[in-house]
Antibody, heavy 117, light 107 residues
Framework: VQLVESGGGLVQPGGSLTLSCAAS????????MTWVRQAPGKGLEWVSI???????YFADSVKGRFTISRHNAKNTMFLQMNNLRVEDTAVYYC????????????WGQGTTVTVSS | DIQMTQSPSSLSASVGDRVTITCRAS??????LNWYQQKPGKAPNLLIY???SLQSGVPSRFSGSGSGTDFTLTISSLQPEDFATYYC?????????FGQGTKLEIK
């Protein structure tokens, strides 16, 4: 069971970026999946969740700018980030969420997003 | 939104010590409280879920307790690999908020 993120990089304020989270050992669409971020030197911040039924929710700090989705055949989850701000700079982690406990039980290694001019 | 407050923010201890970290929620979260360990440059790792259930593969020296608004994580006998930052997280209501973290350092 493994998650591997990709897609991070340097982007200017107002720009866009799409992060990917490829899963192995389990099926993304049968699980709840989430994104968590960590700004440099700071704590963990929950960003978004997609439930197995397809419902999605976002933190207020990213609502209206970020979109979460998944691709069944690729067994991959995505985070589309638009209108990026300097304060979105962080390591972004994807994680699997236990459907009964809602604990984040499998994590990816993280991908770094830097928003700077 | 539910605010999670951990104490202390940092802690110095020695190998073999018994350590307790507390986490308080701003409103009742029943038993929907999880604990994670994070080492520098690494992803968090789930230790305890549902307040007191030990995640598979986690050593039994880790334990959790509490319900409602007050929770604790206890490490019964610190090992060198336990020096890390610990986070609590509530999964009762969205947004699924984390505590600010407790950095456990070697004395």
């Amino acid at each position: 069971v493994q998650l591997v993120e990709s897609g991070g990089g340097l982007v200017q304020p107002g720009g866009s970026l799409t992060l990917s989270c490829a899963a192995s050992g389990f099926i993304v669409t049968r699980n709840y999946m989430t994104w968590v971020r960590q700004a440099p030197g700071k704590g963990l911040e929950w960003v978004s969740i997609i439930y197995s039924g397809g419902s999605t929710y976002f933190a207020d700090s990213v609502k209206g700018r970020f979109t979460i989705s998944r691709h069944n055949a690729k067994n991959t989850m995505f985070l589309q980030m638009n209108n990026l701000r300097v304060e979105d700079t962080a390591v972004y982690y994807c994680a699997r969420v236990g459907s009964a406990t809602l604990a984040f039980d499998v994590w990816g290694q993280g991908t770094t997003v830097t928003v700077s001019s | 939104d539910i605010q999670m407050t951990q104490s202390p923010s940092s802690l110095s201890a020695s190998v073999g010590d018994r350590v307790t970290i507390t986490c308080r929620a701003s409103q009742s979260i029943a038993g929907y409280l999880n604990w994670y360990q994070q080492k520098p440059g690494k992803a968090p790792n789930l230790l305890i879920y549902a307040a007191s259930s030990l995640q598979s593969g986690v050593p039994s020296r880790f334990s959790g307790s509490g319900s409602g608004t007050d929770f604790t994580l206890t490490i019964s006998s610190l090992q060198p690999e336990d020096f890390a930052t610990y986070y609590c997280q509530q999964s009762n209501n969205r947004p699924y908020s984390f505590g600010q973290g407790t950095k456990l350092e070697i004395k």
